[in-house]
C-alpha cells in the first residue's frame, strides 16, 4: 500500500471520527438544552408535515409511513400491491 493511499484513509477516517464526534456532541446539547434554545430557525415556524397522497385510493399520509413500490407512493401495503398487479398486467 502507498503512502499516499494510507494518508488518504487516515484522513478519510479522521473526517468520519470528527463528524460522528460532533454528530454526539450536537445531539447531547439538545438533550441537556430546552427545545426552545437549541431549535434552528427553520424549525420555529409550523412547518406542515411532508405529505403524500397515495396513488391507489388519494389518501394523504406522512412520507414517513407511506409504502413505495415501483416509483409509487400509497397508504398501504395493499394498495402498493394493488396498484402494481393493476399497472403490470398489459
Ligand atoms: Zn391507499
Excluded at 12 to 30: C, D, E, Q, T, Y
Excluded at 49 to 72: E, M, N, S, T, Y
Amino acid at each position: 500500500m502507498g503512502i499516499v493511499t494510507r494518508i488518504l484513509l487516515i484522513a478519510a477516517i479522521a473526517l468520519l471520527a470528527f463528524f460522528w464526534i460532533r454528530k454526539m456532541l450536537r445531539s447531547g446539547n439538545n438533550l441537556e438544552k430546552k427545545p426552545e434554545d437549541a431549535a434552528p430557525p427553520e424549525q420555529m415556524g409550523e412547518r406542515p408535515q411532508d405529505l403524500i397522497a397515495c396513488d391507489h385510493c388519494g389518501l394523504h399520509l406522512p412520507r414517513a409511513d407511506a409504502c413505495f413500490k415501483q416509483g409509487g407512493a400509497y397508504c398501504s401495503q395493499e394498495h402498493a400491491d394493488a396498484n402494481s398487479n393493476s399497472d403490470t398486467k398489459d
